[in-house]
T-cell receptor
Framework: GQNIDQPTEMTATEGAIVQINCTYQTSGFNGLFWYQQHAGEAPTFLSYNVLDGLEEKGRFSSFLSRSKGYSYLLLKELQMKDSASYLCAVPNQAGTALIFGKGTTLSVSS | GAGVSQTPSNKVTEKGKYVELRCDPISGHTALYWYRQSLGQGPEFLIYFQGTGAADDSGLPNDRFFAVRPEGSVSTLKIQRTERGDSAVYLC???????????????FGPGTRLLVL
C-alpha cells in the first residue's frame, strides 16, 4: 500500500526558516510532489523530486532521500503570505493519480 | 482559458437530490482528474480520464458517483441520491500527459464546495 505522513501544524515567524517533513511508503517510486494550498483555494504546484538531493527554487527548496522514504520542504525568509497548507504527494501505483498526505498547516506570525 | 475552471463554485442541496459538477480543463490537456477534499484532509482521488475514457475509476466511493468526459475536454461529475457525507470540496485537475509519464504537473481548479443538508 501507499502511505504519507506529515505533521498537522507548524508555526513560525516572519523572516525565519521552516522545514516541513514528509515520510512516505510506496510500492514503486515515481517522484514526489509538494503543493501549496491557501485556505479556500486550489492546490498549486511547488516542486517535484525524483532523484535524491536538494532542489532549490527561490525561497523554497525541496529535498528527497529515496532510501529513507523521506522528503522535506524548506521555506526561507518566511512571509505572512506563506501561511497555507503544504501537501506532500506521490503518484499511485497505477500512475493514474496522486496520493496526498493530509497536509501541514503553516501559520506565519509577525 | 488560462486555467482549470469549475462550476458551480458552491452548491447546496438536500439529501437525496441529484447534482452535477462541471470541470473545464486547460486546453490541450488530455489527462483529467477528479478529487474530493474534506476539511483538514488532503485531496482524495476519485477518477481519472485519459481522453474520453475513464482509465481509472477505482476511487469512486460507490455507484452513486459517476463521471463523463464525452468529447475529451469538459467533464461532469454526477452524484445521485446525495447524502450528508458527500459534503466536501470537489476538485478537478488536468495535466498535459498522465501522471505515469513522470513528473507531470497537475493543475487544479478552484473546486466546487458541495453542502448536502
Amino acid at each position: 500500500g501507499q502511505n504519507i505522513d506529515q505533521p498537522t501544524e507548524m508555526t513560525a515567524t516572519e523572516g525565519a526558516i521552516v522545514q516541513i517533513n514528509c515520510t512516505y511508503q510506496t510500492s514503486g517510486f515515481n517522484g514526489l510532489f509538494w503543493y501549496q494550498q491557501h485556505a479556500g483555494e486550489a492546490p498549486t504546484f511547488l516542486s517535484y523530486n525524483v532523484l535524491d538531493g536538494l532542489e532549490e527554487k527561490g525561497r523554497f527548496s525541496s529535498f528527497l532521500s529515496r532510501s529513507k522514504g523521506y522528503s522535506y520542504l524548506l521555506l526561507k525568509e518566511l512571509q505572512m503570505k506563506d501561511s497555507a497548507s503544504y501537501l506532500c504527494a506521490v503518484p499511485n501505483q497505477a500512475g493514474t493519480a496522486l496520493i496526498f498526505g493530509k497536509g501541514t498547516t503553516l501559520s506565519v506570525s509577525s | 482559458g488560462a486555467g482549470v475552471s469549475q462550476t458551480p463554485s458552491n452548491k447546496v442541496t438536500e439529501k437525496g437530490k441529484y447534482v452535477e459538477l462541471r470541470c473545464d480543463p486547460i486546453s490541450g490537456h488530455t489527462a483529467l482528474y477528479w478529487y474530493r477534499q474534506s476539511l483538514g484532509q488532503g485531496p482524495e482521488f476519485l477518477i481519472y480520464f485519459q481522453g474520453t475514457g475513464a482509465a481509472d475509476d477505482s476511487g469512486l466511493p460507490n455507484d452513486r458517483f459517476f463521471a463523463v468526459r464525452p468529447e475529451g475536454s469538459v467533464s461532469t461529475l454526477k452524484i445521485q441520491r446525495t447524502e450528508r457525507g458527500d459534503s466536501a470540496v470537489y476538485l478537478c485537475a488536468s495535466s498535459l500527459t498522465p501522471v505515469r509519464a513522470g513528473g507531470e504537473t497537475q493543475y487544479f481548479g478552484p473546486g466546487t464546495r458541495l453542502l448536502v443538508l
